[in-house]
């Protein structure tokens, strides 16, 4: 976008929000503030509530700021009621676009009519939200689904508005004090990722694909399959399932749901997704979600719209559970040494100077029941304090912050008493304990076995290359001599590395054979036994002199 349309389109925004009579947002935001008055000299329509006002200028000003909305929208415990209701508008009642132009669409698509795609059709959208609609359809051999479409002309407004985020993230990192450590450019950058990803629906279909193996067997979440068949990048068709919308509350008390345990049921479907599966929907507002209620003291949660997932490093799954445990065991040292050891702070901190700032956070909030805490205010008041320490933002954990805060305000809506932590703690307890368990160690390591001999094999390789080129550099006789003598110690290395690895091999497949199926077994040993041979047996005497 060029330096013009870039302007235009910061003065559109701020348009858009003094026409909704958000005038206060201008000042606060300093943009075009000389001339803020001149919008308020032009025809405005009546003043609605700030919630119908808010909720129709995210709108208006595109997908961006819609999803910013939904993000919002989530935190009741934040927001004033009237506000948040009409924001979670924004999560499944956005206007959809014309139908016929998702019948042009579906037609351009398969190069057919819709009537040889699908047995039936329904033009009205079931359901529209920021980026995309849905239909209800069946294919061909009845089965019920629905199909997704993407809203025309989606990547040019979203790039469009993507150049706005980073110019305001240019001018944040050049003149906010705060800039450099907050890293907003990256910060953008990460967005740029996940709603761009939004806009392949190919990708999308993969991730429900992933999401509905992870979950097969499981009485807690269900996730719809996807019909590769009729699936395009920019089409999708997935099976229609039922559920009540959990923003539903009414219905759901009708049907006599049991709100404690679907609140906790959601926690535990987050911290498994991120700690054991480290696959997450991040994604999870109200108008993703369904409820099964045909066990209703046994409530299942349905899950949609699988655009924006996330995943993590095994590095930071483990410092997250180890944070998470240390600061609910209120080990306030443990939570300083591990951000220092993770880089998320300086590594000249003090540990005992950023243990005391946080004590100084942590303890107040303490002094209430654990339900009573909202993780979203802790986060907010650790941040805080931090900007003493410069820690920076880490844009890899944006993704899951702002699931976890989602998670949290979606279960405190459903039931208001939700202790957290009570759900979380054994899943993280279970997870740092099957990764301390020698078992699972030998069996990651033997997963990682073909990469590992890849990679020693490699070695002699590179250092014979190594000697060789320093040979073509210098032919002095007793350099060259030399270089002979460090060839065959390299032979040698080869061969023993081989032999080596392949005794390790043996003893890791024996050790997790004897774990699993138990210590009585002569021939698990007998392989254990020859790995040790191996490992032990001597270097090739005739190429060490």
């Not at 061909?140 to 199909?147: E, K, M």
């Not at 559970?321 to 300083?336: K, T, W």
């Not at 939700?418 to 979380?424: E, G, H, I, P, V």
């Not at 698990?524 to 190429?543: E, I, N, Q, R, Y």
Request: aromatic share 10%; glycine share 4%.
């Amino acid at each position: 976008m060029h330096r013009w349309r870039l302007l235009r389109r910061l003065f559109a925004i701020q348009r858009t929000l003094v026409r909704h009579r958000l005038d206060d947002v201008v000042s606060a935001t300093h943009l075009f503030r000389p001339v803020a008055w001149f919008f308020r000299l032009l025809p405005r329509r009546r003043a609605d509530p700030i919630g119908v006002r808010l909720r129709l200028a995210l709108e208006e000003l595109g997908p961006v700021f819609v999803k910013f909305g939904q993000a919002v929208a989530t935190r009741r415990d934040l927001l004033p009621a009237d506000i948040a209701d009409e924001l979670a508008k924004l999560q499944d009642q956005v206007p959809p676009f014309d139908s016929a132009l998702a019948v042009a669409h579906i037609e351009k698509v398969f190069g057919q009519p819709v009537e040889a795609t699908y047995r039936e059709f329904e033009p009205t959208a079931l359901a529209a939200a920021s980026i995309a609609q849905v239909h209800a359809a069946q294919l061909p051999d009845g089965t019920r689904v629905v199909v997704k479409l993407l809203r025309p002309g989606m990547e040019d407004i979203i790039r469009g508005d993507l150049e706005v985020l980073y110019a305001l993230a240019d001018l944040a990192e050049r003149y906010w004090q705060d800039g450099h450590r907050l890293r907003p450019r990256e910060v953008v950058e990460e967005y740029e990722k996940t709603i761009l990803n939004e806009l392949d629906l190919l990708r999308e279909a993969a991730n429900a694909a992933q999401l509905r193996r992870n979950f097969a067997s499981s009485e807690l979440l269900y996730v719809p399959e996807v019909y590769w068949d009729y699936c395009r990048p920019t089409l999708m068709t997935m099976e229609h399932v039922k559920g009540v919308p959990i923003h539903d509350i009414a219905t759901l008390k009708s049907r006599g749901t049991n709100f404690k345990r679907l609140a906790e049921h959601g926690v535990e479907i987050f911290f498994t997704q991120v700690f054991e599966h480290n696959f997450f929907h991040a994604d999870m507002h109200s108008g993703n979600i369904f409820v099964d209620v045909e066990d209703p003291d046994w409530p299942r949660y349905v899950a949609v719209d699988f655009g924006i997932v996330g995943s993590l490093t095994s590095r930071d799954q483990r410092y997250l559970a180890e944070n998470f445990l240390a600061f609910f065991n209120r080990d306030y040292r443990r939570v300083a040494q591990l951000h220092i050891n993770s880089g998320w702070v300086p590594a000249n901190t003090r540990v005992d100077e950023l243990e005391a700032a946080v004590r100084a956070v942590c303890e107040p909030i303490f002094n209430k029941p654990l339900k009573d805490i909202s993780f979203g205010m802790v986060l907010l008041r650790l941040f805080d304090t931090a900007r003493r320490f410069e820690m920076e933002v880490q844009p890899q954990l944006v993704l899951l912050q702002k699931t976890l805060l989602t998670i949290e305000g979606l279960g405190r809506q459903l039931y208001p008493e939700l202790d957290l932590w009570q759900t979380a703690k054994p899943i993280l307890e279970t997870w740092m304990e099957q990764r301390a368990n020698p078992v699972y160690q030998l069996r990651e390591l033997a997963t990682r076995w073909p990469d590992i001999i890849q990679d020693v094999q490699l070695l002699p390789d590179l250092m014979h290359r190594f000697l060789s080129r320093m040979a073509d550099d210098d032919k002095d006789d007793a350099q060259q001599a030399e270089l002979d003598h460090l060839r065959a110690d390299v032979d040698r290395l080869r061969r023993q590395s081989q032999r080596s690895l392949g005794g390790a091999a043996l003893l890791i497949a024996a050790a997790v054979l004897l774990a699993s199926l138990g210590l009585n077994l002569w021939w698990p040993w007998s392989m254990a036994v020859v790995g040790v041979v191996l490992l032990l047996w001597p270097a090739d005497a005739s190429s060490s002199s």
